[in-house]
């Protein structure tokens, strides 16, 4: 008794606890909000290859099965957790990624901000302490099952007879099991085959046939409820459920021309954007028909200029398709086919206008071609449309240093940098560079120095480095400098000229001589090297 | 018994301390090493730096590395 009353306290905190726990759990946490975060998690940091992607695909199952279990019409949520489903299983460029997080952020944020500021907090916390749920629990179905057909045995009443059979079916849809599937939503069809309820189970029934991989009956369920009810909410996304169905069966042409039609019969619904999208993300990934994607793509920018997917397709699915012609232009720079890479660039132009690495390498064939004026402007046009590409930037700064614009290169490279964090070496490479002209070594220190930090092998800018110590005098510096540049790059001709150089002014000949004429082995004919050897025998009177 | 708990508890500590360094290091990986192929060797020419002071002797002879470009 005494040890009840010592320690009661703890027990009603437990107890309390587990209440709120538990009211927590049931009534005020969205669970798929946990696997949706945990998806994108996965998608912005883990996801490198296309396999990788198959574990983003098993968080959106449950929420997709909670999704097409509500009793009204499914939102629109399920129609994008569908598609990064379908990316997730089918994709064939490692940057479709991109489609996949834009559906599930934009999932996300419609859920916070239907939900609001306390719950989506609760949410964010549920992330963070608990896992996602990847599959089902088998058992707890199959409570739910026991328990649904015991309420239905003693249920007389049309209407809670009818809701009962319609949860059983959905029990049964979790639980993957199609053959009672169809009997429970049947069932609930006969019950009252006019009510709302019996066109979700309708609808639900066919979205089972998807499920199990009966696309021919599903598209044909999908197509009758379209039919049936065209005033009701359920006809448009049966339309475009009967498109995925198609999709999912692998006949691309059919569910592009169901996109298609989804799109024209009903421009002012809230599935036209998508179905636009598709129609071309279709026509591009699986029907090979670039022209098509870009018609399509186009059109949904004009009509809805505002919209996320529309933007989406602008900045991120144009580039992606343009990439082909991108990485041929570039690959043809290095050929030094000047001409070929333009026309490939030019390619690319033209489905992504806003692809600024294709205008900054039209602009290194325009210099390389002789043409600088032409270069300069395409180099600025670059920098316009994407100062965030950090490949334009890198190739614009080239431009505008070879050009002799070398304020226009610090004023870019700064303007960049302030915009976000830079993470290719090249880039503080060629700003140091631009420093340097300028004479502004202490600057040139930094840039060079950050450039040496994300890429140690980086000899040129070991060797730039080496030449900013040296203006400033720091000898000992320079010369260790110098060597790290050839420790990493033993025939690099500038860096064993620079270290000669540097012997040559502190007066220790003999090394200077040595680095001179490794210089001439890697270069033969290298004529400054010659005269500093030539100026070393003079004053040592033999030949070191 | 009290003394084996705070030893787990310190290792486990040391454990997630190496995890959390490893992990965070591994998120810094340097990029691929890139080509450049456009470099250039250009003549450097300083007489001073932007303070006006003077340059180290013979810094005009120096060669420094031109810009590069990158592909993807």
């Not at chain 1, 059979?165 to 019950?191: C, H, W």
């Not at chain 1, 198609?246 to 989804?262: E, I, P, R, T």
């Not at chain 1, 399509?296 to 343009?322: C, D, G, W």
Request: glycine share 4%; charged share 30%; proline share 3%.
């Amino acid at each position: 008794m005494s040890f009840l009353r010592n320690t009661y306290k703890i027990f009603v905190v437990i107890i309390l606890a587990v209440v709120f726990f538990t009211a927590y759990n049931v009534y005020l946490v969205d669970r798929s909000m946990v696997n949706l975060r945990t998806a994108l998690e996965k998608a912005t940091l883990e996801a490198k290859t296309i396999n990788d992607f198959n574990r983003i695909k098993s968080l959106l199952k449950v929420p997709i099965l909670k999704e097409i279990a509500r009793t009204d019409a499914p939102s629109k949520d399920l129609i994008y957790m569908e598609l990064a489903e379908n990316v997730a299983s089918s994709a064939k460029d490692t940057k479709q990624i991109e489609d996949i997080k834009l559906y599930l952020k934009t999932i996300i944020s419609a859920k916070e901000k239907e939900r609001g500021g306390f719950s989506s907090f609760l949410d964010k916390l549920n992330t963070a302490l608990f896992g996602p749920t990847v599959t089902l629990s088998m058992p707890e179905l199959e409570a739910k099952e026991k328990k649904l057909i015991a309420r239905i045995a003693r249920t007389k009443q049309k209407e809670p007879l009818q809701r009962l059979y319609y949860d059983l079916g959905n029990v049964y849809l979790q639980m993957s099991d199609l053959p009672k599937t169809e009997e429970a939503f049947l069932r609930a069809i006969d019950i009252d085959p006019t009510s709302d309820l019996a066109t979700k189970a309708k609808f639900n029934l066919a979205w089972s046939y998807k499920h199990a991989g009966e696309y021919d009956k599903a598209v044909s369920q999908f197509r009758d409820l379209a039919k049936e009810h065209p005033k009701n909410e359920l006809a448009i996304k049966s339309q475009y459920e009967a498109a995925d169905a198609l999709y999912k069966k692998g006949d691309y042409q059919q569910a592009k021309d169901s996109y298609v039609d989804l799109a024209g019969q009903h421009p002012g619904s809230s599935e036209s954007d998508i179905a636009l999208f598709q129609a071309g993300y279709v026509s591009y990934f699986n029907l090979n028909d670039t022209d098509s994607a870009v018609k399509y793509f186009s059109e949904l920018e004009n009509e809805f200029p505002q919209n996320v997917i529309a933007k989406h397709t602008k900045e991120k699915t144009r580039k992606i398709m343009a990439s082909e012609y991108n990485r041929a232009g570039y690959m043809l720079l290095r050929a030094k086919d000047y001409l070929k890479a333009i026309e490939n660039f030019d390619k690319a132009l033209g489905i992504a206008p806003d692809y600024g690495r294709s205008m900054a390498g039209k602009g290194l064939a325009s210099y390389w071609l002789g043409d600088k004026a032409e270069a300069l402007s395409q180099a600025r046009r670059a920098m316009e449309i994407s100062m965030d590409d950090e490949v334009a930037v890198i190739n614009a700064l080239f431009i505008f240093i070879n050009c002799k614009e070398i304020d226009e290169a610090i004023r870019v490279g700064e303007q960049a940098l302030a915009g976000k964090a830079m993470e290719r070496s090249e880039f503080y490479y060629n700003l140091g560079y631009a420093y340097v002209i300028k004479a502004n070594i202490d600057k040139a220190y930094r840039e060079f120095g950050r450039s040496i930090k994300l890429n140690p092998d980086f000899i040129f800018a070991y060797n730039n480095l080496g030449c900013s110590f040296w203006v400033e005098r720091k000898y000992s510096d320079a010369v260790n400098k110098f060597r790290e540049a050839i420790d990493r790059g033993e025939d690099y001709a500038e860096a064993h000229f620079n270290l000669g150089v540097a012997y040559f002014y502190l007066n220790q000949l003999e090394d200077a001589a040595k680095e001179f004429k490794r210089v001439l082995v890697i270069k033969p004919g290298y004529q400054e090297a010659q005269d500093f050897l030539d100026k070393i025998k003079e004053t040592l009177k033999y030949e070191p | 018994m009290k003394k084996g708990f705070w030893i787990l508890m310190l290792v486990a500590m040391v454990a997630i301390s190496v995890y959390i360094i490893s992990s965070a290091r591994a998120k810094q990986a340097m990029p691929p090493r890139e080509d450049v192929s456009g470099k250039e060797a250009s003549a450097f020419s300083p007489k001073e730096d932007a303070l006006g002071k003077p340059a180290g002797k013979g810094s005009e002879q120096l060669k420094v590395s031109g810009p590069v470009w990158v592909e993807e």
